[in-house]
């Protein structure tokens, strides 16, 4: 019995072409994957809960921050806005520092 070619077959040898396929922009891929800290304790953990409130409410309304979201240089829009997240909440922190 002969084996079958498993190569794919190309019309007049050509190369098949590349298509790139780009997943939707989500929430997630605009808030930050680290976060700013102090080095001092913090008087309380009402700063940590109001961060999550926080990304909770950004969460809720995603619709507001993506919808229309078109740019040429998006991964540094994202960079900005996680940036921007990550300083919000360090502030929400500053609030809790016993000076």
């Known amino acids: ?3 079958k070619s498993i190569e794919p077959k190309r ?3 050509q190369k098949p072409s590349v298509i790139v396929i780009k ?3 989500s929430i997630k891929d605009m808030l930050p994957d680290y976060q700013f800290e102090y080095d001092v304790e913090l008087t ?3 700063p940590i809960q109001i961060a ?3 990304r909770k409410f950004l ?3 995603s619709d507001l921050l993506l ?3 078109n740019s040429k240089d998006s991964e540094s829009i994202r960079e900005g806005f996680k ?3 990550a300083i919000t909440e360090l502030f929400f922190k500053s609030l809790y520092i016993d000076n």
């Open 83 to 85: 940036r921007a997240v």
């Open 44 to 46: 309380s953990d009402e």
């Open 67 to 69: 919808d229309g979201y």
């Open 52 to 54: 999550e409130s926080y």
């Open 23 to 25: 997943k939707d922009l």
């Open 11 to 13: 019309m007049n040898n």
């Open 59 to 61: 969460e809720e309304n």
């Open 1 to 3: 019995m002969k084996r």
